[in-house]
């Protein structure tokens, strides 16, 4: 019986978790109670081992991609993890398992000219406080590295402009400073000398004004993911999304020697093995460059 499973206490149990991440790994543990019912188990405490590396294998021979079988992995890991905590099963059918090796999708990094197209407005009939917000949006994005979930809760005063830093709330609600390049201080400054102005312009129909947020839309409220989207969109040369300018940040500080570790720190990973795809990206880059540029390629 699917009531056995207690998927939905196993999602409300994720307090910290982002809705995006709660529904995708109710979806992942729903699909794998489905398939597995049609193996007559119908509790969680009869999944073996063998059972999980069953269902692995089913999702790669089905041509899932790569990123998407090791999440579903996730999803299963942590749902078993529960019930350990929980004391509802004595052992993990999850411990051992791994996802089939492979090279998987590497990071997308901007080129200069997309890069530049984004931080520049070619289109004059955007006002100019709508510019200079979306210049001084955009640098943060790749000048700090950040998810567009952290530079949408960027508040005024969690930019220190004494050290160039700026504070931000990452996944699981957990803070990290993190350095603010020059030309994103500056875009920054310019765009404070328009903001107060547009909040006190702003027509609000019972809503209240964000009085503390950075980056406000023309009404005043605090500018969404998808107004972050949406933005990107209207500068872009070709389609792209705003977790690119985070890639492209990773890759160059890679490029340039930075540290991984460091380069993890900056990113606010909690596996490292997650910055590693960058080394690859880097390396492929490096390639790439050598084959194009040395006599002898």
Known sequence: MATAWKIDEFIGSMTAASINTTSAYA??????????????IDTPQLVTRDLVRQYISFLTTSQKAKRSVTR???????????????????????????????????????TKEQLNA??????????????????????????????????????????NDRNNTVIVMGKGSKQ?????????????????????????NAVV??????????????????????????????????????HALRHTYATHLLDNGADLRAVQELLGHSDVATTQRYTQVSKERLKSAYGASHPRA
Request: contains cysteine; hydrophobic residues 35%; positive net charge.
């Open 118 to 159: 984004l931080l520049s407005c070619s289109n004059a009939d955007v006002p100019e406080w709508k510019s200079s917000r979306d210049t001084a949006l955009i640098e943060m994005l790749y000048g700090s590295g950040l998810r567009v979930s952290e530079v949408c809760s960027i508040d005024i005063d969690s930019i």
């Open 27 to 40: 979806s992942d543990v729903k699909q794998f109670e489905e398939w597995i019912s049609r193996l007559k």
């Open 72 to 110: 579903k992995l996730a999803a299963i890991r942590r749902y078993f993890a529960w019930h350990i905590r929980n004391g509802t099963l004595k052992t993990d059918p999850t411990t051992g398992v791994r996802t089939p090796s492979g090279t998987g999708r590497l990071p997308k990094v901007l």
């Open 205 to 242: 129909s019972n809503e209240t004004r964000d009085s503390t947020a950075l980056f406000l839309n023309a009404r005043g409220h605090r500018l969404a993911p998808r107004d972050v989207r949406r933005i990107i969109d209207q500068r872009a040369l070709t389609p792209t999304h705003p």
């Open 176 to 200: 990290r400073q993190v350095p603010v390049s020059e030309p994103s201080v500056l875009a920054v400054k310019h765009w404070l000398k328009f903001r107060n102005a547009v909040v006190s």
